[in-house]
C-alpha cells in the first residue's frame, strides 16, 4: 500500500494535491512512502532515512498551496464535496482510497461536521470513522463530536456511511431540546432517527446526570418524540422502585399542540382531584390557547383559558378567564355553602414604533370579589383589597397641539364590594396657546404675550354599585353620564425681581341630558326627587392669583466632615374668588318644603350628577403654604483630590391652611402639616397631621371659637399619621437568561417580585404605620401595624422566603407566610406554609425543572378547605 503523510498548515486545492502525488508514485522507487515536515513520525508509518530525505526534498520544491486542509470533490463517487482539516497530520493512502487525520481534526459534508482527533476516510467505500485518542496521561481526548443541522452528539466511536447515511456509535451522549440521551450502541438512519440499545433519557444536562430513566430500546425522532420500552427510574445511580411500562416524550420544537395531563390528589372536604388538566392549542405563530380546569369527586369544579399572543414590532399580550363552582359539604348539612365566582385578566402592550402617534393599552383585573378566598393563588392575590382595570387608546396629531383618549376603567373593593365603571371616559385636549405672542419678537418680551389659553373636554358615564346588583335588571339607569368642558385663561410673570406672580381665569361648563325636581308630597309628608329627561348647561367661573419665591440661607464650615448645610423656604401666598351660583338669577338652585311645618330647603338640580353643579356660597379664599428643604454638603477627600457629596437631610417639610373672607364664620380651615426625608437611601420617613385652630364641643361641633382665645394654644391636633419604610432588596434592573425565551423573561422582568433570585444573598422590607384620629364623641382611633417580608439564601442551593407583620393594636400577626427552596440542579423542591389564619394550608413539591417532565413530581398539601 502507498502511503503519503503530510504535515503543514493552510489550504489547497484538490487537483493540485492529487497531481502532485501522482508524479511522486511514478518516479519513486520507495513503498510505502511518506512526506514530513517536522514533528514526530506517527506511529504505524514507518520509513529509512533516505526516502525521508528524498521525499523532503521533493515537497521542498511543491507549490506552497500544499497544506493540512483539502477538499475532494469527485463527482463519481461523492454527491458534494469533502472538505477535511487535522492539526497533525493527513496521511493519504491511494491504492486504497483512504484518507486519516490526525489532531483536532475536522470534515464537512453537506450539512454533516465531524471533529475528533482521529478520522479516517474511505473514498471507495464511502465511510468514514472516528474515535478519541490518548493523551500524555492516557485519558482518551478528542472524543467524536457529530453534528448534523441542529443535532449533535459526542460518542466514544463513530462509523457512517456517506450514500446510505446510516451510522453506528458507541456511547453516545446527545440533546434533544430540553432532553439528554445516553446509549451503549446506536444506529442512526438516513432520516436522522436514531436507536439506542441499553440507553437512558434524561433532562439533566451534567455530564453524569443525577437521574435518569433507563431502557433497553430507545427511538429518537428529532422535533418529534422519543419512545421508549420499559424503563426504571435511577437516582444518583441507585434504581427506584418507580418503573414505566412504555415512555413517550414529545420534543418537537416550536408550534405544537397536545394534551395538558392533570395533577391528582385529595381533599379532604372537596375530595379526589384532578386539577389543571385540559389541552393546549398552538393555533398560529401568534396566538395560542390553554383549556384547562379542575375537577373534585363532591361537586366543586374550575374551568380557566388561557391564551398568550405576539405580534413582532406590534403588540403582545395575555388573557385569562376563570370560572369555578365550589360546593363545600352537603346540602343537608348546616356547614353546606355553594360559591360561584369568576375572574378576567388581560395585559396588552402596543410596541411604541407600530404606530406613532397612537397608543393602546389594556390591563384588567376584575371578577368576583370571593374568587381569590375560594380558589388559592398567590399571598399578593389574597391580601389585595382592591382591583383595578384600564383599557386606553390614545391618538396624538404630529405638529398640531391636540389629542384625544378614550378609556375604560373600573375599581372593586372585595372588602366592601363596591364596584365602579366607566364605560367609557373620553378627553379631547387643546395644549396651552400663547395668541398674542409676536411671531418675530424684537426686544424683551411684553406681560401680555405670556397670556396662554387652552381647552380640556371630557364625557364620562360611569355608575357605582355593589357586585351583587351590577347585572341585574335596571343597573343601566343607575349609570350617570355628561360632558364637561375645561378653559384656562392663565399668565406668569416676575414681581420685583424675586417673586413670581401666576393669575388666572377659570370657565367650566357642564352639559347634562338628566336633571332633578323635588317636590312635597302632602300625603306621604315626603319629598319626592323627580327625573328630568331635557338638555341642561352648567356654567360657572373662577378667578385666582399665586405668588411665589425662594428663600435660600447657607451655613458654612471650614473645618471637619460638613462643608455647609443649606436651607430653601418656598412660600406660596394665593386668592382665589367664586361668586354665589345658588342665587336665583343663575336657576342652578331651587327651593323645596322639607317638611310639614313649611321649612324650605335648598336643593341644586345637579345634584348626583357626574361632574356636579356650580358651588353654592360665595368663596373669597386666601390661601398661605410653606415648605423647607435641608441639604447638607460633606467632605470626601481622595488621594488626589477633595469632592463634595450632597446629602439630603429633609426633602420636605411643609404646612398650609387658608382663610375664607366671604365665611360667615369658621372662616380659618385646618392646619395641615407632612414631611418626608431619607436616610442613608434605604430608610424613608413620612409623616403627616391635621391641626383645628377651632374649639370643638362634646357633641362634636365645631363652633367658631378659637383654641387660643379658649384654651390658650395654637390648635387642636386631630389626626395624624406615620411611616417607616426599610429596604435593603438589591434586585437586578433586568434578568437574562439564555434558557426563557423573551415572552418569559419579559414576565419575570414585570413580576420580578414572584420570583426567587439565587443569585440576591438576602432582601429585606420592612414598613412601619401608625395612625392617630382623635374622636371626640367616640374613643380616639389609633392603628399601629408592622410587615415584612424577604428572603435569605442560606446556601447557594437553600433559600428561605417570608411574608408576615403583627397589628400592636389587635395584638395578633396578620397574613404569614414561610417558603423554603431548594435548588436541585434538575430537580427543585419548594415548601409554603400558611401557619394560621383563613388561608391556613402547606404546599410541599419535589419535581424536575424541565417542562418534558412536569409530571414527574412528589406533591402534599392541606389547604383551607381541609382545616374548616
Not at 319626592?528 to 373662577?542: C, L, M, N
Not at 414561610?818 to 419535581?847: A, K, T, Y
Request: proline letters at 4%.
Amino acid at each position: 500500500m502507498n502511503r503519503v503523510q503530510v504535515r503543514a498548515s493552510g489550504n489547497f486545492s484538490t487537483s493540485v494535491c492529487w497531481l502532485t502525488v501522482c508524479l511522486f508514485l511514478l518516479f519513486s522507487t520507495f513503498s510505502p512512502v511518506r512526506a514530513q515536515q517536522g514533528g514526530t513520525e506517527p506511529a504505524g508509518n514507518k520509513a529509512n532515512g533516505d526516502s525521508i530525505a528524498r521525499l523532503d526534498s521533493s515537497l521542498s520544491s511543491l507549490p506552497d498551496t500544499l497544506k493540512l486542509s483539502d477538499s475532494l470533490a469527485l463527482a463519481d463517487d461523492f454527491k458534494s464535496k469533502v472538505q477535511y482539516h487535522a492539526e497533525d497530520s493527513i496521511v493519504y493512502a491511494i491504492d486504497s482510497g483512504m484518507v486519516y487525520l490526525y489532531g483536532r481534526a475536522w470534515m464537512n459534508y453537506e450539512d454533516i461536521r465531524l471533529e475528533a482527533d482521529y478520522i479516517d476516510i474511505s473514498f471507495y467505500t464511502k465511510t468514514l470513522s472516528a474515535h478519541g485518542l490518548p493523551d500524555s496521561l492516557g485519558r482518551l481526548a478528542g472524543k467524536p463530536v457529530f453534528i448534523q443541522g441542529k443535532d449533535e452528539f459526542t460518542a466514544e466511536h463513530i462509523r457512517y456511511n456517506f450514500n446510505s447515511k446510516k451510522g453506528k456509535i458507541t456511547e453516545i451522549n446527545t440533546r434533544d431540546g430540553d432532553s439528554f440521551i445516553h446509549g451503549a450502541t446506536v444506529k442512526k438512519q438516513p432520516d436522522n432517527t436514531t436507536f439506542i440499545k441499553n440507553g437512558y433519557y434524561t433532562t439533566c444536562d451534567d455530564p453524569h446526570p443525577h437521574y435518569y430513566l433507563k431502557a433497553a430500546k430507545i427511538k429518537v425522532i428529532p422535533n418529534n418524540k422519543v419512545v421508549t420500552s420499559a424503563a426504571d427510574m435511577y437516582i444518583m445511580d441507585v434504581p427506584t422502585p418507580i418503573a414505566i411500562p412504555f415512555g413517550f416524550f414529545p420534543n418537537r420544537k416550536g408550534r405544537s399542540s397536545g394534551i395538558l395531563f392533570p395533577q391528582y390528589g385529595e381533599s379532604q372536604q372537596l375530595g379526589f382531584f384532578l386539577k389543571n388538566g385540559g389541552y393546549y392549542l398552538g393555533l398560529n405563530d401568534h396566538f395560542d390557547l390553554a383549556l384547562t380546569g379542575d375537577i373534585y369527586s363532591k361537586g366543586s369544579w374550575r374551568a380557566n383559558a388561557f391564551s398568550n399572543y405576539a405580534w413582532k414590532y406590534r403588540f403582545s399580550g395575555n388573557v385569562s378567564v376563570n370560572y369555578s363552582n365550589t360546593r363545600v359539604s352537603r346540602p343537608e348539612f348546616p356547614d353546606y355553602s355553594l360559591e360561584e365566582a369568576f375572574f378576567i385578566r388581560w395585559n396588552h402592550t402596543q410596541d411604541a414604533k407600530s404606530k406613532p402617534g397612537i397608543s393602546f393599552t389594556a390591563n384588567v383585573n376584575a371578577g368576583s370579589s370571593t374568587f381569590y378566598q375560594y380558589n388559592l393563588s398567590t399571598a399578593n392575590n389574597f391580601l389585595t383589597n382592591t382591583f383595578t382595570s384600564s383599557v386606553a387608546w390614545a391618538k396624538s396629531w404630529s405638529g398640531k397641539p391636540i389629542n384625544l383618549s378614550v378609556s375604560l376603567a373600573h375599581s372593586q373593593n372585595t372588602q366592601t364590594k363596591d364596584i365602579s365603571l366607566s364605560l367609557p371616559s373620553a378627553t379631547f385636549n387643546l395644549a396651552r396657546r400663547t395668541p398674542f405672542k409676536r411671531k418675530l419678537a424684537i426686544g424683551s418680551q411684553k406681560w401680555y404675550e405670556k397670556i396662554g389659553v387652552g381647552l380640556t373636554s371630557s364625557f364620562l358615564n360611569s355608575i357605582n354599585t355593589k357586585d351583587s346588583l351590577l347585572f341585574r335588571e335596571g343597573s343601566l339607569e343607575q349609570f350617570r353620564y355628561g360632558m364637561q368642558h375645561s378653559i384656562p385663561l392663565n399668565t406668569s410673570f416676575t414681581v420685583a425681581k424675586y417673586f413670581t406672580l401666576s393669575p388666572g381665569i377659570t370657565y367650566t361648563e357642564r352639559w347634562y341630558l338628566r336633571t332633578i325636581r323635588k317636590n312635597w308630597n302632602p300625603e306621604s309628608k315626603q319629598v319626592v326627587t323627580d327625573t328630568v329627561d331635557a338638555f341642561k348647561a352648567a356654567r360657572d367661573f373662577a378667578f385666582s392669583a399665586n405668588m411665589n419665591t425662594r428663600i435660600y440661607g447657607m451655613l458654612q464650615f471650614r473645618k471637619g466632615r460638613i462643608a455647609a448645610i443649606r436651607h430653601v423656604m418656598t412660600p406660596t401666598l394665593g386668592f382665589s374668588w367664586r361668586p354665589d351660583f345658588s342665587e336665583g338669577g343663575y336657576g342652578y338652585y331651587k327651593q323645596v318644603q322639607a317638611d310639614s311645618t313649611g321649612l324650605k330647603q335648598q336643593y341644586s338640580v345637579f345634584e348626583g350628577t357626574i361632574f356636579g353643579g356650580p358651588g353654592a356660597g360665595k368663596s373669597s379664599l386666601m390661601n398661605f403654604s410653606l415648605d423647607n428643604n435641608f441639604e447638607m454638603k460633606v467632605r470626601q477627600k481622595t488621594d488626589t483630590a477633595e469632592t463634595m457629596k450632597k446629602v439630603k437631610l429633609l426633602e420636605s417639610l411643609s404646612l398650609g391652611t387658608s382663610y375664607n373672607f366671604a365665611a360667615d364664620s369658621l372662616r380659618l380651615s385646618p392646619i395641615s402639616l407632612s414631611g418626608r426625608a431619607t436616610i442613608l437611601d434605604k430608610v424613608s420617613l413620612n409623616l403627616a397631621g391635621t391641626f383645628d385652630p377651632y374649639v370643638v364641643t362634646s357633641e362634636g361641633v365645631r363652633i367658631n371659637t378659637t383654641e387660643l382665645d379658649q384654651n390658650g394654644k395654637l390648635a387642636r391636633f386631630t389626626s395624624g399619621n406615620f411611616s417607616v419604610n426599610f429596604n435593603i432588596t438589591k434586585r437586578k434592573k433586568e434578568y437574562k437568561s439564555e434558557k426563557g425565551n423573551e415572552d418569559e423573561l419579559t414576565e419575570v422582568n414585570k413580576n420580578a417580585d414572584n420570583y426567587l433570585d439565587f443569585n440576591v444573598p438576602f432582601s429585606l422590607t420592612v414598613g412601619y404605620n401608625f395612625f392617630y384620629l382623635n374622636n371626640v364623641v367616640s374613643p380616639d382611633q389609633v392603628t399601629q401595624t408592622l410587615n415584612f417580608n424577604g428572603d435569605i439564601l442560606l446556601t447557594p442551593s437553600w433559600k428561605v422566603s417570608y411574608n408576615s407583620g403583627y397589628d400592636f393594636e389587635q395584638k395578633d400577626l396578620s397574613y404569614t407566610s414561610l417558603g423554603i427552596h431548594r435548588d436541585l440542579h434538575c430537580w427543585e423542591m419548594s415548601l409554603n406554609w400558611v401557619p394560621f389564619g383563613f388561608q391556613q394550608n402547606f404546599f410541599f413539591q419535589i419535581n424536575v425543572k424541565s417542562s418534558m417532565l412536569q409530571d414527574l413530581k412528589l406533591t402534599r398539601k392541606n389547604d383551607r378547605f381541609d382545616n374548616r
